[in-house]
Nanobody, 124 residues
Framework: QGDLVESGGGSVQSGGSLRLSCLAS????????MGWFRQAPGKGREGVAT???????TYADSVTGRFTVSEDKATNSLYLQMNSLKPEDTGMYYC??????????????????WGQGTQVTVSS
């Protein structure tokens, strides 16, 4: 298995909910930032939400109020609860991890850990 493995994607109707999981093969320790990203066909990667070792979270404006990111350090798991899904939420969702608190992360290009992605499809 990869260092990060996403699951929980699927196909839902607009207004539905999904809960994505990201299981890490490495322990949650030190100062880190974990994030959820998504990429629609033909489009670039978009940041969705982040959570760091202190529990601070951030959300893209497009998902604020609908998505909730959380983590379980005991199981090295990252979650993304997605409610009130819209067709524009469709895409491949990836989780990633980088050292340092999220507010200090300037680029994810050097993030050492990325998952393989899980597909989310929202129909009208």
């Amino acid at each position: 298995q990869g260092d990060l493995v996403e699951s929980g994607g699927g196909s839902v109707q607009s207004g539905g909910s999904l809960r994505l999981s990201c299981l890490a093969s490495i322990n949650f320790y030190g100062r880190y930032c974990m994030g959820w990203f998504r990429q629609a066909p033909g489009k670039g990667r978009e940041g969705v939400a982040t959570i760091d070792s202190d529990g601070a979270t951030t959300y893209a404006d497009s998902v604020t109020g609908r998505f909730t990111v959380s983590e379980d350090k005991a199981t090295n798991s990252l979650y993304l609860q997605m409610n009130s899904l819209k067709p524009e939420d469709t895409g491949m969702y990836y989780c990633a991890r980088i050292w340092g608190e999220c507010r200090y992360v300037t680029t994810w290009d050097g993030a050492p850990f990325w998952g393989q992605g899980t597909q989310v499809t929202v129909s009208s």
